[in-house]
């Protein structure tokens, strides 16, 4: 079993999570069921699964849940450019959080590569 928070993926997904809640907090209500939902959950999805994976019993089901870690940062992403193009968030807000999901991605796709590696 592999601790988590030891990878630095993991920390930044986490750090992801917090500064997406305070980003939707922002949106307008009649989103908070639809919008807002459905971007936290995606958030909350990516770090939650490579704890998941962490705690599998093979390096092979720990890849799977970095792929649906994966998955689930290429939704956010989307998410996050629908809400700039309806205007719940200003072009440097998306730029930031934007380009941090960008780096997890890009992580989460060396980190995958890596593990193979071992197999």
Known sequence: MIDYRN???????????????????????????????QINRAAVSVPTNIAEGCGRETQKELIRFLYISSGSSHELEYLILLSKDLNFI??????????????IKKMLASLIRKINETL
């Open 90 to 103: 200003k072009e440097e807000e998306y730029n930031r959080i934007s380009n941090e999901i960008i780096e």
């Open 7 to 37: 990878y630095k993926v993991w920390q930044k997904s986490h750090q992801l999570v917090t500064d997406i809640y305070k980003l939707t907090e922002t949106f307008p209500k009649n989103e908070q069921f639809n919008l807002v939902s």
